[in-house]
T-cell receptor
């Protein structure tokens, strides 16, 4: 099946720093990638949708200047949490899909802890 | 906008018991429906999906789900659970067809933690 990887799997950073998370589709070309956030005991909340080569579409309430998304190629999307604060600590999950196939494949997630 | 509700937040069963997890969605148009499973320490995996056709769909590991359009439901079932089924289960929905407007965002339910006792 389709495999999606994320790097890093764990990151601890100081408040005010920026953190970049990578999402890669390993064995297929992903025309669309999605970024989710999962708080403890809650469901996944979609943050943004990105199509290769175009600007990401952010969900309501998600600050696009804080969560920078780049989808430069069909196999790589990055999420940068800028000027991270403790309330940004969460589990960030990406998924990838291909137009015409209405199934998304999920990465293993990245746990971010901001001190 | 679509929404998904899962009424059971935590279910505890003994091995060999039957399982049914409820999922109801709210949306004015046609939808694609999914069940995902997240085993402890692992990422989300697709368990089964319904796009169209036979409303009773079979997935991996003996799971099945039935789409009942009149009830806006897509309940997940398994006749006999095993300890290895201990995981969190998420129901999800995307709009389909004329409502698509491009690739669809997935709306997830809040998840149901299943604990199977040996």
């Amino acid at each position: 099946g389709a495999v999606v990887s994320q790097h890093p799997s764990w990151v601890i950073c100081k408040s005010g720093t920026s953190v970049k998370i990578e999402c890669r589709s390993l064995d297929f070309q992903a025309t669309t990638m999605f970024w989710y956030r999962q708080f403890p005991k809650q469901s996944l909340m979609l943050m943004a949708t990105s199509n290769e080569g175009s600007k990401a579409t952010y969900e309501q309430g998600v600050e696009k200047d804080k969560f920078l998304i780049n989808h430069a190629s069909l196999t790589l999307s990055t999420l940068t949490v800028t000027s991270a604060h403790p309330e940004d600590s969460s589990f960030y999950i990406c998924s990838a899909g291909t137009v015409g196939e209405e199934t998304q494949y999920f990465g293993p997630g990245t746990r971010l802890l901001v001190l | 906008a679509q929404s998904v509700s899962q009424h059971n937040h935590h279910v505890i069963l003994s091995e060999a018991a039957s399982l049914e997890l409820g999922c109801n969605y709210s949306y004015g148009g046609t939808v694609n429906l999914f069940w995902y499973v997240q085993y402890p320490g692992q990422h989300l995996q697709l368990l089964l999906k319904y796009f169209s056709g036979d409303p009773l769909v079979k997935g991996i590991k003996g799971f099945e789900a039935e789409f009942i359009k009149s009830k806006f439901s897509f309940n997940l079932r398994k006749p006999s659970v095993q300890w290895s089924d201990t995981a969190e289960y998420f129901c999800a929905v995307t709009p389909r067809g004329a409502d698509s407007g491009g690739y669809q965002k997935v709306t997830f339910g809040t998840g149901t933690k299943l604990q199977v006792i040996p």
